[in-house]
């Protein structure tokens, strides 16, 4: 009989890993039967996940449609076209978008959920320049607070997720990122209005964020190398 070396949880010999805690068993006096009778069926609960989610995709989908189709109905029947109702569907699409991907994808990677996102929010205020007859603003104003904020966090995440990043060095990347973003807020608000000065409140925030993201910075390099030590000296 084997026992899980993490939580102590008993195998059945058909078992390879803990089902609790999922920490891989090798026993050498008894080594794993992938013959051997399982106590319960391999795919159960993959397939049950799925269902589940597909089930509160497809709720999240129907909660948001419903008020659309009636915004568009109350909207059609009173002025025999779609004005304000459209604002309410791009809302709605921009909340889909956002949110029933997740549950739907069967492979959840960043690109498929979060690329399609920051393209709906640019076309949902596309939607809205275009309603409004006022386009004048989206190019230089809408498109970089848009694609600024969406490239540090994308370049976040792909870090962490790629493991590439750990640690302090992870809040040292995000207060690096705050501090940029803040620049650039400035920079592309001076822009619009009509010259492009230096940097002035977004220092506040800039030189904060960079001491911060040192301070943690030397932390993560302090502990790569006591992690060293540890590791040369076996303690
Ligand atoms: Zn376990």
Redesign the pocket.
């Known amino acids: 009989m084997s026992y ?6 008993e195998l059945e010999r058909s078992e390879k890993c ?6 891989e ?1 090798i026993n050498p006096l008894q080594p794993y039967d992938e013959q051997a009778a399982r106590p319960y069926p391999r795919l159960l609960d993959p397939i049950n996940e799925r269902i589940n989610r597909r089930f509160v995709g497809t709720l999240i989908s129907i909660i948001l449609a419903f008020p659309a189709f009636l915004c568009v109905a109350i909207n059609f029947s009173m002025t025999g076209r779609l004005t304000w109702s459209l604002y309410v569907c791009g809302a709605l699409a921009l909340v889909w978008s956002w949110s029933v991907p997740y549950f739907l994808l069967r492979r959840r990677t960043l690109n498929r959920i979060f690329l399609p996102g920051v393209l709906a929010l640019l076309a949902f205020l596309l939607l809205i320049a275009w309603l409004s007859q006022d386009l004048s603003w989206y190019l230089p104003l809408a498109m970089p607070l848009v694609l600024l904020p969406a490239i540090l966090v994308y370049l976040n995440v792909f870090l962490i997720l790629r493991r590439l990043i750990r640690g302090f060095a992870i809040p040292a990347s995000i207060l690096f990122s705050t501090g940029l973003l803040t620049v650039g807020i400035e920079l592309v608000l001076a822009w619009h209005k009509g010259g492009l000065t230096a940097p002035f409140w977004s220092f506040f925030a800039l030189i904060p964020c960079l001491a911060a993201a040192l301070v943690c910075l030397s932390i993560a390099r302090r502990q790569a190398i006591l992690d060293e030590i540890k590791r040369r000296l076996h303690l």
Do not use: I, N, S, T
């Not at 899980?4 to 949880?9: D, F, I, T």
């Open positions: 899980c070396v993490h939580c102590g949880v803990c089902p609790l805690c999922h920490v068993v």
